[in-house]
């Protein structure tokens, strides 16, 4: 019996905080592109948030979550605090789930992820009810939708430079 993960065909390298950092700054930058208010357009840095929650919680946590959806908010001109309400639990749960989600692969991950990522919208929605704004109606549904499809696309770019290419040394059995 392996100690290793059941998800872990190969060892990965430790994660470069170049990397982490820069992966979530271009996912802050796809956030604030003008694209319009479509209701399926899924939230990038909630993904990546997510994500690096779950493979590094202890270097992106909730703080870091929430200046990012304080930053989130200013940019779009909601409620102060909406997105940073939103995003923080969603990093709190995916810590929560941090080591049961690493035993499973990409696909094995999304069922897991995927109430992080209703949540955040269920969340959002209702800072939005208490303040006064309408329903969205059923839309509202396909960001977080969206969000878990594209989570073995986020493992697969983001773990990339953290795979190890294969050494065919006979010495070392790692």
Do not use: C
């Not at 100690?3 to 470069?16: E, F, G, K, T, W």
Request: charged fraction near 10%.
């Amino acid at each position: 019996m392996s100690i290793m993960p059941r998800a872990a065909d190969q060892l990965l390298l430790p994660v470069n905080p170049w990397f982490l950092w820069t992966s979530l700054l271009v996912a802050l930058v796809l956030n604030l592109l003008p694209l319009g208010p479509l209701p399926w357009m899924p939230d990038f840095l909630a993904l990546v948030l997510v994500f690096w929650s779950v493979h590094q919680p202890r270097r992106v946590g909730i703080t870091t979550a929430f200046v990012l959806g304080l930053l989130i908010d200013v940019h779009h001109g909601s409620l102060l605090g909406q997105h940073a309400l939103a995003y923080s639990l969603q990093s709190f749960f995916g810590i929560a789930i941090h080591r049961r989600a690493l035993w499973f692969g990409p696909s094995g991950q999304m069922p897991q992820v995927a109430p992080a990522f209703f949540l955040g919208a269920l969340v959002t929605l209702l800072v939005r009810l208490v303040a006064g704004d309408g329903l969205p109606g059923w839309s509202f549904l396909i960001a977080p939708l969206a969000e878990t499809l594209l989570w073995p696309v986020a493992s697969a770019v983001l773990l990339a430079p953290q795979r190890r290419p294969p050494d065919p040394d006979k010495n070392r059995p790692l």
